[in-house]
């Protein structure tokens, strides 16, 4: 499993675009990531999860240096203001 969560409100207009993970030195876009509300409902954002069998798996070996995750929020009210 990949996510990220936050420590900002989630709302349902939230939105996360051009994600791209990168391994080392190897870049995977993540075309639909799962961006939801945690337990706190703070923004969760889910990128691979090989248990939920509608996410893509990510063809990738497991990073030996880094790993990178960016992305574009949008739709968070007046809260990043």
Known sequence: MLFFSTDFPYFNTTRISDVVVK???TEYPIAKP???ADNQGNMY???VNIYNTSRAPL???M???????TFTISGT???LQ
């Open 59 to 61: 063809d990738c070996t």
């Open 34 to 36: 799962s961006v939801m």
């Open 45 to 47: 954002v889910e990128l």
């Open 77 to 79: 009210g007046n809260i």
């Open 23 to 25: 391994c080392d030195d």
């Open 63 to 69: 990073p030996k240096d880094s790993i990178t995750i």
